[in-house]
T-cell receptor, first 114, second 116 residues
Framework: DTEVTQTPKHLVMGMTNKKSLKCEQH?????MYWYKQKAKKPPELMFVYSYEKLSINESVPSRFSPECPNSSLLNLHLHALQPEDSALYLCASSAAGATNEKLFFGSGTQLSVL | AQSVTQLGSHVSVSEGALVLLRCNYSSSVPPYLFWYVQYPNQGLQLLLK??????LVKGINGFEAEFKKSETSFHLTKPSAHMSDAAEYFCAVSGVGETSYDKVIFGPGTSLSVIP
């Protein structure tokens, strides 16, 4: 299994809602990532988990809260988002730290904040 | 500071023509370099990566890239474009400039169109 699975594929939420994005991989990868991608733009790194510990937080607002419950799962909890947070949220994994390892990406969650 | 630049946000080629997508990085130390492709409504997929074992790197779907330290470049080529190559292409680096080796930073991307 060489897939990274993201759910849901689409999400519409109001600014007062709380929702979560889920990412799962069963490749035994020990590094997992959240990226945010606006239309026609490159992915922007948000968080990196290495061996289930948060190793990089790219100064992301606290309304985004990551969680890595185990080595296969990565969540992104959303609360009180703003319309400008509407974007494609991509999860990725790699065997270890990025270095020269291949990143495996999920298909993303398209988030719309109303 | 931007670590990766891609010249040309949009490139159009005819089917069967040479594809050349440009990537330059800013570092005095050779970084790790990658090319990723993103098809509509999908995540990114690795085409190839530079590992310092060879300057000419071959990837999937007939793509290859050449690492040129003197030019700080890692351009992507394909001899003959196919309609299915139409997608967004991202050059990426890790371990350069402001990045640590846990960060992969993507260039701005080049949208490739293939004309029948």
């Amino acid at each position: 299994d060489t897939e990274v699975t993201q759910t849901p594929k689409h999400l519409v939420m109001g600014m007062t809602n709380k929702k979560s994005l889920k990412c799962e991989q069963h490749m035994g990868h020990r590094a997992m990532y959240w990226y945010k991608q606006k239309a026609k733009k490159p992915p922007e790194l948000m968080f990196v988990y290495s061996y289930e510990k948060l190793s990089i937080n790219e100064s992301v607002p606290s309304r985004f809260s990551p969680e890595c419950p185990n080595s296969s799962l990565l969540n992104l909890h959303l609360h009180a988002l703003q319309p400008e947070d509407s974007a494609l949220y991509l999860c990725a994994s790699s065997a270890a730290g990025a270095t020269n390892e291949k990143l495996f990406f999920g298909s993303g969650t398209q988030l719309s904040v109303l | 500071a931007q670590s990766v630049t891609q010249l040309g946000s949009h490139v159009s080629v005819s089917e069967g023509a040479l594809v050349l997508l440009r990537c330059n990085y800013s570092s005095s130390v050779p970084p790790y370099l990658f090319w990723y492709v993103q098809y509509p409504n999908q995540g990114l997929q690795l085409l190839l990566k530079y590992t310092s074992a060879a300057t000419l790197v071959k990837g999937i779907n007939g793509f290859e890239a050449e690492f040129k330290k003197s030019e700080t470049s890692f351009h992507l080529t394909k001899p003959s474009a196919h309609m299915s190559d139409a997608a967004e292409y991202f050059c990426a680096v890790s371990g350069v400039g402001e990045t640590s080796y846990d960060k992969v930073i993507f260039g701005p991307g080049t949208s490739l169109s293939v004309i029948p």
